[in-house]
């Protein structure tokens, strides 16, 4: 018991006994004197503590540095049309390339039928939407493309995204050979929650030689908390091959363990650059 408890149940006592005219002024005087000090004492541990504790912040990770995003765009295209719309694409793309940059351009083979995926290079906003206005305005990119395409399609989606702060967009070492776009949908928070996590499991990959980033990508817009990585291997087999050796690494099982504490959900797409395409 300290000595404001000691004070206070004394008083009690002295009340109950009927010797309250003993309890002194100089003794009230005492106890509030008490009661001043220790209030000091909570008021200079709570400032203490508010120094050393960091303050409420937005901040979410590694910020984006410069206004340079990709547009990630997903065709399906009607199954009996599929040949037909990669044809008309080959011929008439340059009608396309003629106002922005086209990063790569991919036929899905497995993870999505019937299906296209390509990326597009964009400065600013405002200069997707001078490109937009620039192509509605061109005649020859409506009457010999677009007019022909939309039909082929059964739908379109989009989604913008950043390049994470610690990745480059990196050409494969040889033309040819397989693309694998690995999307993961993680926990909400931003890279401040799994961003070194994630960092780590995709550099053990790369670090370790198992495979080539070509990319890796964060979500503006579209659906949110999303990462991709866009992966490069010689073939389908080789991929297989690689998979099977990494799960047997302890390095890369480590990191995709504490990786995966954050994942919501991942699905993947196996890709063919077209003939076209400035990555292949």
């Known amino acids: 018991m300290n000595f404001v408890q000691s004070c206070t149940s004394d008083l009690a006592r002295q009340s109950r006994c009927g010797y309250s005219s003993r309890f002194t ?10 009661y001043r000090k220790a209030l000091r004492h909570a008021e200079n541990f709570l400032s203490v503590k508010n120094r050393l504790t960091p303050s409420a912040s937005i901040f ?3 910020q984006q540095q410069h206004g340079t995003f ?13 040949a037909a719309f990669l044809k008309l694409t080959s011929e008439k793309i340059q009608l396309r390339t003629a106002h922005s940059e086209l990063i790569g351009y991919w036929s899905v083979e497995y993870g ?15 200069q997707r939407a001078s490109v937009r206005a620039a192509l509605a305005q061109d005649p020859s990119w409506i009457e010999q493309y ?42 909400p928070g931003g890279p401040a929650v799994w961003g070194k996590a994630f960092q780590a499991a995709v550099g053990t990959h790369m670090g370790s030689g198992y495979a080539h980033s070509v990319g890796v990508f964060h979500s503006e817009f579209g659906q949110l908390n999303q990462v991709h990585v866009l992966w490069w291997y010689e073939s389908a087999d080789q ?13 890369v099982v480590a990191a995709v363990r504490e990786s995966s504490a954050y994942l919501v959900s991942q699905k993947n797409k196996l890709m063919f650059p077209c003939s076209f395409s400035p990555i292949k």
């Open 146 to 187: 677009i007019s022909k395409a939309m039909p082929m399609l059964s739908s379109q989606d989009n989604e913008v995204t950043y390049l994470v702060p610690w990745s480059k967009l990196q050409k494969p070492p040889k033309d040819g050979g397989v693309f694998e776009l690995a999307t993961f949908l993680m926990k």
């Open 239 to 251: 991929r297989a091959a690689i998979r099977h050796k990494s799960h047997g690494d302890a390095r």
């Open 112 to 126: 999505g039928l019937n299906q296209v995926f390509h990326i597009w290079k964009y400065d600013s906003y405002a």
């Open 25 to 34: 002024s100089r003794k009230m005087i005492q106890l509030r004197a008490i």
């Open 70 to 82: 990709y547009e990630f765009r997903t065709y399906n295209i009607q199954p009996h049309l599929n």
């Open 60 to 62: 979410t990770g590694p």
